[in-house]
């Protein structure tokens, strides 16, 4: 059984406000860290109303709804998360911030065993490892969106994780998030991704060079693959922006023509048309 009771979280946004929401679910104590308190406050807010619409839905009772905001706690300084036993970061996909992110973290947290990991879906662990004193005890944890429903989580040891690292990430997911753990090599993509984005770039290679209608495309794949959503609109829940960049991680990485981002997809971010978060990607959301 696993000795973590203290989870600090980096970021509120769609994935770090759902791992927030699995741990406390669980019955961890969460802290939840933003840059700013704008940014805090709707990290809050959608934090609190995605308990409200599962109590509302019989998946919580409303004392355990109750419990569960009490387990959550919020804060703009990652200097309060000096006794969490594991932190998990899940910023924006982008190896500079996150890099800083954990040379910070290094700095403030305070607990000689605490696991710092990363919710990155394409950024080479052993990158972010080496920014620290501590990379022995850098790991990924790959939750997948949104994280309250998905079953699966990557754990990704980078080239110094230590094995008691390793173990004891395992005991959290399995053991008290109830979820179910994959290993994955540390490489650009890991499992899910490297087979999943080169789907998703075909489709919207297809679209974009005319072959079939982005209903047609999606439609092919729900009702001739029976794929619970078709890939435009899984782009536009993903995120466009998060698309491109895995893409662009993976492509520097392996250098092949599958994982170049397509032009379309790069304008698209340009324009801020970046999905169901901005309200418009390939479809309106309106």
Request: proline residues 4%; charged residues 25%.
């Amino acid at each position: 059984m696993t000795d973590i009771e203290r989870v600090g979280v980096v970021g509120c946004g769609q994935m770090g406000a759902g791992i927030a929401e699995v741990c406390a679910r669980s019955g961890l104590e969460v802290m939840v860290a933003e840059t700013t308190g704008e940014a805090l406050e709707l990290g809050r807010t959608r934090l609190i109303n995605s308990l409200d619409k599962a109590a509302e839905r019989g998946k919580l009772t409303a004392q355990e709804r109750d419990a569960t905001v009490d387990r959550l706690s919020f804060t703009t300084d990652l200097g309060a998360f000096a006794d969490r036993d594991v932190v998990i970061e899940a910023v924006v996909e982008n190896e500079q911030v996150k890099t800083e992110i954990f040379q910070i973290l290094d700095q403030v947290v305070t607990r000689p065993d605490a696991i710092l990991a990363s919710n990155t879906s394409s950024i080479p662990l052993v990158k972010l490892a080496v920014a620290t004193s501590r990379p022995d005890q850098v790991v990924g944890i790959h939750f997948f969106n949104p994280a309250p429903v998905q079953r699966l989580v990557e754990i990704i040891p980078a080239l110094t994780t230590g094995d008691g690292t390793i173990q004891r990430a395992e005991e959290l997911v399995v053991d008290v998030l109830g979820k179910h753990p994959i290993r994955a090599q540390d490489r650009s993509g890991f499992v899910v991704n490297a087979l999943l984005i080169p789907y998703l770039l075909s489709a919207v290679r297809m679209f974009e060079s005319g072959i079939a209608s982005r209903e047609d495309i999606d439609s092919g794949m729900e009702l001739g693959c029976a794929h619970p959503m078709g890939p435009l609109r899984l782009c536009d829940l993903i995120g466009l922006d998060t698309v491109a960049s895995i893409a662009d991680s993976m492509f520097q990485e392996y250098k092949e023509g599958l994982y170049a981002a397509p032009p379309l997809l790069q304008r698209m971010v340009d324009a801020g048309r970046l999905g169901r978060k901005a309200g418009s990607g390939f479809y309106d959301y309106g």
